[in-house]
């Protein structure tokens, strides 16, 4: 996140001040997303091979549209 601010403090300068939250850091985020931050770096260490069959199956279109759907669902509380 430090880069994105960077950027935009580069581009606009003082012109904006550049504010960025971490929504699962909202006290409203499911827990468990919360939690699965923490844990990805884990897993990815514990079970390589699970990691990359997820991974090609974020480039499909139906698991892509189900997982954002629901996402959707599980944050709506902390973005409003």
Do not use: W
């Amino acid at each position: 996140m430090e880069a994105i601010q960077a950027a935009l403090e580069c581009a606009y300068g003082d012109a904006c001040e550049v504010i960025l939250k971490n929504r699962l850091d909202h006290p409203d985020a499911p827990r468990f997303l919360q939690e699965s931050e923490s844990e990805y770096e884990a897993i990815i260490e514990a079970e390589p091979e699970f990691y990359h069959f997820a991974y090609a199956i974020s480039d499909a279109s139906l698991p892509v549209t189900l997982l954002k759907g629901g996402l959707v669902l599980f944050l709506l509380k902390v973005f409003r």
